[in-house]
């Protein structure tokens, strides 16, 4: 068979990883899918120091390679969502396939980029958007295809597994991690979209739709970061038996689906518990397969690139398939999508692990504890212990599955109690069962 | 599209399981697929419990399953390796696709099916042979197919983990745990094939072809069995900060490819020695995607039904592709196969713990230890400690990596000494980095 021509978009961390891949292992991955892959043309604006541009077709204006009649896969590596999305739609346009790592892109504009692409017949590949170097994507898609999916919950950003990993096994403060990871070129400058848990809500959009079946809904994922968590959190939930890790949640039931990002403490006996520093995981839990995990880098150029280059395989070897016969976008028949909604986040239903400071005297546990059964709110085990030097002791209460609803309620009546100093700091407990 | 008709052969506990995730999930399988997919014939010697057969075809000769010209795809879900390999070649032979779960078929005729399914242009899928539900073939062959495999390990017999997991958490001897995964189902009432790691050497086979693109050479995959680990063993690597487990092990040297089974000790810190009980997993260190691990259920009639399944949609996905343009069954063209040989277990290279009886007098530690010097072999840690009422006491020794020929003469060596008495228990180690 004659060779695929592809051209490459942007030449950062990950457009320098999946040139180096195709250069390195161009002899495998002949060896895998019976024909060459050759680089056609490279847009960028800039050289790369770490890829060897000799003999390269290379322009500064990355639209010359959506507009190249030669290649046949355009892959976008620029990042964004605007000239990004600009040129994605344009190599559609013009009949191209496209392969992408861009999460913020296709979360916020999958939709509108799958409609076209089913349109022009071209296939858009995104398994480099979501946690790296793991083929989560065509996991979810394809090996548990059999399977109605009843949950999923990740580990999706790298930078603040770093971080909890750090405060929870040195017992440092968030600050002071942060710092830290910004120093070793694992969060930026801005840490927001990392730490808030943008990026994180971006890729549990995308593992969502394919689990579930429905449509991309960035703007109704519920997002909550990990600043406001402190060592003093870190290590109750140990003694406990927890690590507090930052997940992407996404649940099927009847009401509707839950898509949420926030902190969770998971049971240290849970695989997903060990997974540390700036690793990514995520479990699916199928109907017939039960629970299941994939494990492996979140980001850098190589491992990224492994995702971009085994789309690019895979787009090859559909070139010569029927149109309609192909493995979905969002692992479902375009006009089968579910309408089923996603919850506002006070319908979700959660256990709680409930940190306050309350004043060292009688009564004031029996107050609380009759406001959680107030609002139906069972417990499943308390920690109340000195603090020296001060009339203020922590109390921290793990409840039982209740729906958020009601937890915001008993809050705020605990809240409103005189014997108890500033905020009750709330973390979700999931089971992962 | 017109709905894609299957034939099933066999209804044990692998085939009704994917008898009946095909009706219980027809509705999500038909979202996906774009078409249904209907089980035109079943084939089997009696009827079972878990299915509701009313309105099936049932025949009881399954060869009328594979002369069935209605039928696209038959199931191969009999077991064993006579009649089923005269099953699949007769499928091949009247042109249907096949899907199996049969990985002993696969190990030792793989070679063979496959090559005259090429020439027929038929797809054999058998993602069901390795690890139950995990879809590591998937993972390997196409989600990591940009990356040069340097080695994967596994988990990939459940029964052997689930010994190893209980004789690891409560000190339990070999025997007495084998008893109870006899009495719980778990493990046959001869259970060679399990605890002498032959089920696992199938699998491991399987995945070694499709990482390094070499033939399948069951025959010369080293086997060692579990049978012989003590608690004392395992008690002594608890101690260290190791599990013991019982992995498959394929790594590709410039010399040649590594291929055993046999009992490992794994530091605690990895993932891998975090999975417990009946549970596989499976990692796979690829040169730019770095360390990935794959977990799930290895066994049972859905999880194992899920992969069945996925591979038969698989299939229905490509009946209308060009068939040199399919993925290939090993993963890579089959012109293009290595002939890398497979080395013997002499040429391998590892860390080695042995645990040995000694007396307890000057002298005797000095000269294992000149012997292990003499032989190349560098010591990482060294435990010796008093044992009760005996002159004899233990002594432990944790080395380097070595070829294992020159630890099989330094072991010749000190078993030949006046002051050991009997064998030196010598298992592998390895660091999975």
């Known amino acids: 068979m004659k060779p695929v021509k592809v051209g490459i978009c ?18 495998e991955i002949t060896r895998r899918v019976g024909r060459s892959i050759v680089i056609e043309q490279v847009g960028a604006r800039r050289d790369n120091d770490m890829c060897d541009l000799t003999g390269v077709n290379v322009t500064r ?34 009949g191209k396939h496209v392969v992408t ?19 022009k017949g071209v296939m858009v590949a995104f398994e480099a958007a979501v946690a790296g170097g793991i083929p989560i994507i065509k996991t979810i898609r394809e090996g548990l295809s059999a399977n109605r999916i009843d949950w999923l919950a990740g580990i ?25 990871a910004q120093a070793l070129g694992y969060a930026e400058a801005d840490p927001t979209f990392d730490v808030e848990g943008i990026d994180a809500a971006h890729k549990l959009t995308i593992l969502a739709s394919i689990a579930f079946g429905i449509p991309l809904q960035f703007e109704k994922t519920y997002t909550e970061g990990i600043s406001k968590i402190t ?54 839990k199928g109907d017939a397969v039960g629970p299941t995990l994939t494990y492996g880098a979140g980001a850098g150029g190589l491992p990224t690139g492994s995702s971009v280059i085994a789309d690019v395989i895979d787009v090859a070897r559909t070139l010569t398939a029927d149109p309609d016969n192909r493995v979905p976008h969002l692992a479902f028949q375009a006009n089968s999508l579910s309408d089923l909604p996603v919850l506002p986040v006070e319908e979700i239903e959660s ?19 009759q406001i959680l059964s107030k609002n139906g709110i069972s417990i499943e085990s308390l920690i109340q212990r000195e603090r020296e030097g001060s ?3 922590p109390l921290v209460v793990m409840t039982h599955i209740v729906k958020e609803r009601n937890m915001n309620a008993a809050i705020t009546e605990i809240e409103a109690l005189s014997d108890i100093s500033g905020k009750v700091q709330r973390i979700r407990v999931e089971h992962l069962a």
């Not at 790592?101 to 692409?117: C, T, V, W």
Request: charged share 20%; no cysteine; aromatic share 6%.
């Open 61 to 94: 204006d990355i639209f010359d390679v959506v507009a190249n009649p030669e290649i046949d896969i355009v892959m976008e590596l620029i990042g964004g969502t605007t000239i990004a999305k600009d040129l994605v739609l344009q190599a559609i346009e013009n």
């Open 391 to 393: 009339d203020l002791v």
């Open 231 to 284: 060592a003093e959190d870190v290590g109750f939930a140990k003694d406990l038996g927890y690590s507090i890790k930052h997940l992407g949640i996404a649940r099927r039931t009847d009401q509707g689906i839950e898509l949420r990002v926030h902190p969770t403490l998971i049971s240290k006996k849970q695989l997903l518990a060990n997974v540390n520093g700036v690793m990514n995981a995520v479990m699916v």
């Open 351 to 369: 256990g709680y692990f409930l940190n306050m400071s309350i004043e060292d005297k009688a009564g004031v546990l029996a107050n609380i504890t």
């Open 156 to 180: 999706i950003n790298g930078t603040g597994n770093f971080i909890m990993t750090e405060m929870s096994e040195k017992n440092r403060p968030f600050s002071d991690v942060l710092a830290e």
């Open 101 to 119: 790592a861009n999460k913020a892109l296709i979360a916020e504009h999958g939709n509108e980029i799958f409609a076209k692409a089913q349109e």
């Open 10 to 27: 942007g030449l950062g961390t990950v457009g320098s990883g999946s040139f180096n891949i195709l250069r390195n292992n161009a002899e």
